[in-house]
């Protein structure tokens, strides 16, 4: 498929590129240059305030907390003083 650069360096998708990228109107593309290749690749921006989860350290624990929740090492508590009495009997072990 071909696609004509035009007037200001602008370019149009053709509607099946933009269907299978499931792509619309509005959407961030990061575009980089690999030797003589173009490649786009669609991205979603994140607000400033919620970038800390998307840190690689904290998407690390996220992982570690669902292997524990996987494996059956969490422990549920009725009340907050159930968990820190327990908090307070790990100390001693």
Same mark, same amino acid.
């Given at each position: 498929?071909? +696609?004509?650069? &035009? ?14 990228? !499931?792509? =619309? /109107? @509005? ?10 290749? +173009?490649?786009? &690749? ?14 690689? !350290?904290? =998407? /690390? @624990? ?32």
């Amino acid at each position: 498929m071909l +696609i004509t650069m &035009r007037k200001n360096a602008q370019i149009t998708l053709p509607a099946s590129i933009r269907r299978k990228a !499931r792509l =619309q /109107e @509005g959407d961030i593309l990061e575009a980089e240059v690999r030797d003589d290749v +173009i490649i786009l &690749r669609p991205k979603k921006l994140v607000d400033k305030s919620q970038a800390w989860f998307w840190s690689n !350290r904290w =998407q /690390e @624990g996220e992982k570690a907390a669902q292997a524990d929740i996987e494996h059956g090492r969490v422990k549920e508590f009725g009340t907050v003083d159930q968990l820190i009495e327990d908090l307070r009997g790990s100390t001693d072990r």
